[in-house]
């Protein structure tokens, strides 16, 4: 079974900083891997995708590493800005239909 | 574009009672999704259907139903309404291609069962 797990949980940055999320996963053999925004009482909205065979992914100020073997995937966020202040979610997708979720950070960008 | 639909947007409802979420997309997905988010639980797969006219059980299916009702909707029904089903429900569809699977979600319904 995949378990998703991003540390940190929660992030507070002032603005301008860059921001490192980090998303690990027990299960390596996955075809792509996802990452999600999700602002308050809010849906969840696709930022990147990245295939299991890239290296990365860019979008914007947005960067997506995936590095397969060792179950691990980082999302860059540069030059933070208050409207960055969300909860990212990565989900790596494996064989089978189903996308597995990690928890979350929660981040907070201050002016 | 509308993308993922889900009504209705917030819901109560009492102890027993029933009701079904509604999810419909527009663009083509062969595979739907019913997941749950909970406080410190995170998402979590309730009921899932690969293509039209079939579903499957997901981690969490206990006091659900399904209906794949064509390649659009995909409702979830609760027969039996009860407090630990207070939840925000969100609806998912996906895309896939030579193995890679892009997902889009609804923006959700929040239930809460008193």
């Known amino acids: 079974k995949q378990e998703v797990t991003q540390i940190p949980a929660a992030l507070s940055v002032p603005e301008g900083e860059n921001l490192v999320l980090n998303c690990s996963f027990t299960?390596?053999?996955?075809?792509?891997l996802q990452w999600f925004r999700q602002d308050p009482g809010k849906g969840l909205t696709s930022l990147l995708l990245?295939?299991?065979?890239?290296r990365e992914q860019t979008s914007g100020r947005l960067n997506a590493s995936l590095d397969k073997s060792s179950g691990r995937s980082t999302l860059y966020i540069a030059a933070s800005q208050p409207g960055d202040s969300a909860t990212y979610l990565c989900?790596?997708?494996?064989?089978?239909?189903?996308?597995?979720f990690g928890g979350g950070t929660r981040v907070l960008v201050k002016p | 574009n509308a993308g993922v639909t889900q009504t209705p947007k917030f819901q109560v409802l009492k102890t027993g009672q029933s009701m079904t979420l509604q999810c419909a997309q527009d663009?083509?997905?062969?595979?739907m999704y019913w997941y749950r988010q909970d406080p410190g639980m995170g998402l979590r797969l309730i009921y899932y259907?690969?293509?039209?006219?079939?579903?499957d059980k997901g981690e969490v299916p206990n006091g659900y139903n399904v209906s794949r009702l064509n390649k659009r909707e995909f409702s979830l029904r609760l027969e039996s309404a009860a407090p630990s089903q207070t939840s925000v429900y969100f609806c998912?569809?996906?895309?896939?291609?030579?193995?890679?699977?892009?997902?889009?979600f609804g923006q959700g319904t929040r239930l809460t069962v008193v």
């Open positions: 998912a569809s996906s895309a896939q291609h030579e193995r890679i699977t892009e997902a889009f």
């Open positions: 299960d390596s053999a996955i075809y792509n």
């Open positions: 990245i295939q299991s065979s890239q």
């Open positions: 989900a790596p997708k494996a064989a089978g239909n189903k996308l597995t």
């Open positions: 663009m083509n997905h062969n595979s």
């Open positions: 259907s690969a293509s039209e006219g079939t579903t």
